[in-house]
């Protein structure tokens, strides 16, 4: 058969406009919001013990309808998932100097939250198949001073949260489930994000559902409950009225959702499902399309779970390319236009952050400091699979940014294989 000109090379391309963007917001949010904004109550939060330490009508409504949904017993919605985070890590109760294992492959944000409590982020690698952190490597990395292990259910699938949950109790650990791509995913029926001490979800505009910015936290313990609402709110100044005499960590925050975006919330997490399922539509397609391409990686499930499909993680099998560079590969697909393509993804432990260890002022605290216990190494090699995904294997497509009809993933199946046709160009 006659080969078709990439691109690249000033052939046509297949794909001839961008991809539609994914858009969750509709009538019934506007209505919403309009509602809201009519009564005129766009905040009732208050600083002090009392009916309104909580929020008002709409982040309580939204709260209980997030709890029955996912199946537990409290959820707290805050203003960010980073403040979400931010709360988590108070709430189980971390000392500074403490450790907290948690995977490279994540937002900055997860990290971010532990050294905001002065502990210490320790890296464990990452499963090669699930890109989920491996318990294998959490075991490798705990020290007499690891106290929790702050998991990361990344690109739209549960860690191994038994072999996880097993490790932290035989070692007397927190867990933490950052659950801000999966939401709606199952880990053996369970909600993924539900199994853990405290978990969480991200509600910012490129997630399954959102309400702009946004967070959510999922506990059962009602003693973290009443911590993550305390930090939530300028707890400083609430313990002393509420007569709650447990002082770690009570250095509070304004990390509070508003009416207006809770009442979005109410309308979003009834269109979850129908979500869900439509980026499960989208990824069957493209995986039966392009199953068949030599060398080509494509997600696999985890047993007894389900995954909803934030990204679409893909790699390549370089013995099997012929000798194709990634990159090369990589600008070809764009070429034919096929946009929401990612090239590598973040290795936390490399950012200049920590190769400096550098964080609160110029003199490297909390590593250089009394607080911190031990040497701990940040070099590149510490997480060989995630490294090595970002720099020879991966490409990735952002599923979270685009709505697909058919026609338009059978155009991003054509490039690919288009792509595949010209392999030995793209040397």
Same mark, same amino acid.
């Given at each position: 058969m006659k080969k078709d000109k990439l691109a690249l090379f000033g052939g046509n391309k297949i794909?001839?406009?961008?991809?539609?963007? @994914?858009?969750?917001?509709?009538?019934?949010?506007?209505?919403? &919001?309009?509602? &809201? =904004?009519?009564?005129? $109550?766009?905040?009732? @939060?208050?600083?002090?013990?009392?009916?309104?330490?909580?929020?008002?009508?709409?982040?309580?409504?939204?709260?209980?309808?997030?709890?029955?949904?996912?199946?537990?017993?409290?959820?707290?919605?805050?203003?960010?998932?980073?403040?979400?985070?931010?709360?988590?890590?108070?709430? =189980?109760?971390?000392?500074?100097? *403490?450790? =907290?294992?948690?995977?490279p492959w994540t937002m900055s944000a997860s990290a971010m939250a532990i050294l905001h409590w002065n502990a210490i982020p320790v890296f464990a690698d990452i499963e090669k198949e699930t890109y989920c952190i491996d318990p294998v490597s959490i075991e490798k990395n705990i020290s007499e001073y690891t106290k929790a292990i702050m998991v990361?259910?990344?690109?739209?699938?549960?860690?191994? #949260?038994?072999?996880?949950?097993?490790?932290?109790?035989? /070692?007397?650990?927190?867990? =933490?489930?950052?659950?801000?791509?999966?939401?709606?995913?199952? /880990?053996?029926?369970?909600?993924?994000?539900?199994?853990?001490?405290?978990?969480? @979800?991200?509600?910012? @505009?490129?997630?399954?559902?959102?309400?702009?910015?946004?967070?959510?936290?999922?506990?059962?313990?009602?003693? $973290?409950?009443?911590?993550?609402?305390?930090?939530?709110?300028?707890?400083?100044?609430?313990?002393?009225? #509420?007569?709650?005499? *447990?002082?770690?960590? #009570?250095?509070?925050?304004?990390f509070r959702l508003g009416e207006i975006e809770s009442s979005i919330g109410i309308e979003q997490l009834k269109k979850l499902d129908y979500l869900i399922k439509e980026r499960q539509r989208i990824a069957k397609r493209l995986i039966d399309g392009l199953k068949d391409l030599d060398g080509l990686n494509l997600p696999k499930i985890r047993k007894n779970c389900t995954h909803v499909y934030y990204m679409f993680f893909m790699t390549l099998d370089l013995e099997k390319i012929k000798g194709a560079k990634r990159d090369k590969i990589f600008h070809a697909?764009?070429?034919?236009?096929?946009?929401?393509?990612?090239?590598?993804?973040?290795?936390?432990?490399?950012?200049?952050?920590?190769?400096?260890?550098?964080?609160?002022?110029?003199?490297?605290?909390?590593?250089?400091?009394?607080?911190?216990?031990?040497?701990i190494n940040y070099n590149k090699g510490i997480c060989p699979v995630a490294e090595s995904l970002h720099d020879k294997n991966y490409i990735g497509f952002q599923m979270c940014m685009h709505q697909m009809s058919n026609h338009e993933i059978d155009l991003m199946i054509s490039a690919f294989k288009k792509v595949w046709r010209n392999l030995e160009f793209l040397k």
């Amino acid at each position: 058969m006659k080969k078709d000109k990439l691109a690249l090379f000033g052939g046509n391309k297949i794909i001839k406009k961008p991809f539609k963007k @994914y858009n969750t917001i509709g009538e019934e949010e506007l209505n919403a &919001v309009t509602k &809201v =904004i009519k009564k005129g $109550i766009l905040s009732k @939060y208050l600083a002090r013990w009392g009916d309104d330490f909580e929020g008002g009508p709409k982040v309580k409504t939204f709260e209980k309808e997030w709890a029955n949904y996912f199946k537990v017993k409290h959820a707290i919605s805050v203003n960010s998932w980073t403040s979400g985070l931010v709360c988590a890590v108070g709430a =189980i109760g971390i000392e500074p100097g *403490d450790e =907290i294992i948690l995977p490279p492959w994540t937002m900055s944000a997860s990290a971010m939250a532990i050294l905001h409590w002065n502990a210490i982020p320790v890296f464990a690698d990452i499963e090669k198949e699930t890109y989920c952190i491996d318990p294998v490597s959490i075991e490798k990395n705990i020290s007499e001073y690891t106290k929790a292990i702050m998991v990361v259910d990344i690109g739209g699938q549960s860690a191994d #949260m038994n072999k996880i949950n097993k490790i932290a109790k035989k /070692y007397n650990l927190k867990v =933490i489930c950052d659950t801000a791509q999966a939401p709606g995913s199952l /880990y053996f029926k369970k909600f993924t994000g539900t199994l853990a001490d405290v978990g969480g @979800y991200s509600l910012n @505009y490129h997630k399954h559902i959102h309400t702009g910015e946004g967070g959510m936290l999922v506990t059962n313990d009602d003693n $973290i409950a009443k911590k993550l609402k305390l930090i939530r709110n300028h707890a400083e100044a609430v313990v002393g009225d #509420m007569g709650f005499n *447990d002082l770690s960590n #009570m250095i509070g925050h304004n990390f509070r959702l508003g009416e207006i975006e809770s009442s979005i919330g109410i309308e979003q997490l009834k269109k979850l499902d129908y979500l869900i399922k439509e980026r499960q539509r989208i990824a069957k397609r493209l995986i039966d399309g392009l199953k068949d391409l030599d060398g080509l990686n494509l997600p696999k499930i985890r047993k007894n779970c389900t995954h909803v499909y934030y990204m679409f993680f893909m790699t390549l099998d370089l013995e099997k390319i012929k000798g194709a560079k990634r990159d090369k590969i990589f600008h070809a697909l764009v070429a034919e236009g096929l946009n929401g393509l990612s090239l590598k993804f973040a290795n936390v432990h490399l950012l200049p952050i920590f190769q400096k260890k550098q964080a609160y002022g110029s003199k490297g605290f909390p590593w250089n400091s009394e607080i911190n216990k031990r040497e701990i190494n940040y070099n590149k090699g510490i997480c060989p699979v995630a490294e090595s995904l970002h720099d020879k294997n991966y490409i990735g497509f952002q599923m979270c940014m685009h709505q697909m009809s058919n026609h338009e993933i059978d155009l991003m199946i054509s490039a690919f294989k288009k792509v595949w046709r010209n392999l030995e160009f793209l040397k």
